[in-house]
T-cell receptor, first 115, second 113 residues
Framework: NAGVTQTPKFQVLKTGQSMTLQCAQDMNHEYMSWYRQDPGMGLRLIHYSVGAGITDQGEVPNGYNVSRSTTEDFPLRLLSAAPSQTSVYFC??????????????FGPGTRLTVL | AQSVTQLGSHVSVSEGALVLLRCNYSSSVPPYLFWYVQYPNQGLQLLLKYTSAATLVKGINGFEAEFKKSETSFHLTKPSAHMSDAAEYFCAVVADTGNQFYFGTGTSLTVIP
């Protein structure tokens, strides 16, 4: 199993450009999520999905869109990039959080810089 | 609502010394608690988790944590620090009825030779 994969690893955008961060998992996990990591702020949840066709907002959803058309993929879209979105983005997946046996698996991250 | 507070953004210990990283939680419902480790330029890796089965939880790499409801704490310890333990450590909480993980701001551990 590849686990959770993310592409690209690095990206530089100009203000106003759009792009999609890709995330895929091959563990048949129902739950997938996107976090951003900023210095001194830990990880903050952007959006999450509890299954194909179902998404919901997390703590910091503004400026980001998601969709979940398949169990495997959960792309994160930046419609009009802003310098405040400069961050490291992590995708994660798990069977279902809150279950005693569940574990959240993280991808390697995408480092995004918006100029 | 759930949240965690990690006391100390930076902790330095000598190699072979006790490691103690602090985490206090706030939860209105029984929580599940986690410790994750992040090595430089990598994603997060689960160290251990509390799921109400036992209050003392043992994890990978010799780490353990004790759930203390009376103190609302879930501190991470390791008896003897190794150079390879240098990393960022995150505490996280999720409610047993919830779908969202809440992470602390992290503690950077430095191990001095």
């Amino acid at each position: 199993n590849a686990g959770v994969t993310q592409t690209p690893k690095f990206q530089v955008l100009k203000t106003g450009q759009s792009m999609t961060l890709q995330c895929a998992q091959d563990m048949n996990h129902e739950y997938m999520s996107w976090y951003r990591q900023d210095p001194g702020m830990g990880l903050r949840l952007i959006h999450y999905s509890v299954g194909a066709g179902i998404t919901d907002q997390g703590e910091v959803p503004n400026g980001y869109n998601v969709s979940r058309s398949t169990t495997e993929d959960f792309p994160l879209r930046l419609l009009s990039a802003a310098p405040s979105q400069t961050s490291v983005y992590f995708c994660a997946s798990s069977l279902q959080p809150g279950y005693p046996t569940d574990t959240q698996y993280f991808g390697p991250g995408t480092r995004l810089t918006v100029l | 609502a759930q949240s965690v507070t990690q006391l100390g953004s930076h902790v330095s210990v000598s190699e072979g010394a006790l490691v103690l990283l602090r985490c206090n939680y706030s939860s209105s419902v029984p929580p599940y608690l986690f410790w994750y480790v992040q090595y430089p330029n990598q994603g997060l890796q689960l160290l251990l988790k509390y799921t109400s089965a036992a209050t003392l939880v043992k994890g990978i790499n010799g780490f353990e944590a004790e759930f203390k409801k009376s103190e609302t704490s879930f501190h991470l310890t390791k008896p003897s620090a190794h150079m390879s333990d240098a990393a960022e450590y995150f505490c996280a909480v999720v409610a047993d009825t919830g779908n969202q993980f809440y992470f602390g701001t992290g503690t950077s551990l430095t191990v001095i030779p």
